[in-house]
């Protein structure tokens, strides 16, 4: 069964390091998506991309939050500098253009100390 | 501004029994509504959907109702199995050129008893 893949599954970085994830998405979808999930809340669209441009960035704090699927397939998330409110569960989703079931992936751990 | 709400954090229910789950909305914007189910350290997996255009969809023992003029969706699960032991998210999608762009509620941990 295809899956959403992401990497790294867990990782803690010191207060003002950088941190980057990698999600590569079902083959096929040219909707991706990344997702912030802080603990006792719903996920909260960061990002979406259409093939390799941005279509919604309006909730990424641009300000330490990159986001880039240069080719149009698998794409990163970095932050930098990372700050203690920026632990959360990072997840990555994808679809088939103009399906709005995404399917997400395992989700990257985030805890910044 | 949480546009969808689950009002209750956590629901108890023997196994075999029905589990209804809630969840409300304030934008009249969304037209397509979903629900996930999430185990502890993975990611939310996709269980059933609704279009506005429909008050009810079936698969299985899931069945999603949904009450426009009350801005409300339901998720019954019957029969509950001790498997179906997870947190439950609704989510909602206003169309368009926003089709995939999820506003999620806060969740509600479902725990079923053998």
């Known amino acids: 069964e295809a899956e959403v893949a992401q990497s790294p599954r867990y990782k803690i970085t010191e207060k003002s390091q950088a941190v980057a994830f990698w999600c590569d998405p079902i083959?096929?979808?040219?909707?991706l998506y990344w997702y912030r999930q802080i603990l006792g809340q719903g996920p909260e669209l960061l990002v979406q991309f259409q093939d390799e441009s941005v279509v919604d960035d309006s909730q990424l704090p641009k300000d330490r939050f990159s986001a880039e699927r240069l080719k149009g397939v698998d794409s990163t998330l970095k932050i930098q500098p990372a700050e203690l409110g920026d632990s959360a569960m990072y997840l990555c989703?994808?679809?088939?253009?103009?399906?709005?079931?995404?399917?997400f992936g395992q989700g990257t751990r985030l805890t910044v100390v | 501004d949480q546009q969808v709400k689950q009002n209750s954090p956590s629901l108890s229910v023997q196994e075999g029994r029905i589990s209804i789950l809630n969840c409300d909305y304030t934008n009249s914007m969304f037209d397509y509504f979903l629900w996930y189910k999430k185990y502890p350290a993975e990611g939310p997996t996709f269980l059933i959907s609704i279009s506005s255009i429909k008050d009810k969809n079936e698969d299985g023992r899931f069945t999603v109702f949904l009450n426009k003029s009350a801005k409300h969706l339901s998720l019954h699960i019957v029969p509950s199995q001790p498997g179906d032991s997870a947190v439950y998210f609704c989510?909602?999608?206003?169309?368009?050129?926003?089709?995939?762009?999820?506003?999620f509620g806060q969740g509600t941990i479902l725990t079923v008893h053998p």
């Open positions: 989510a909602a999608s206003a169309g368009g050129t926003s089709y995939g762009k999820l506003t």
């Open positions: 083959s096929g979808h040219a909707t």
């Open positions: 989703a994808s679809s088939k253009t103009g399906d709005t079931e995404a399917f």
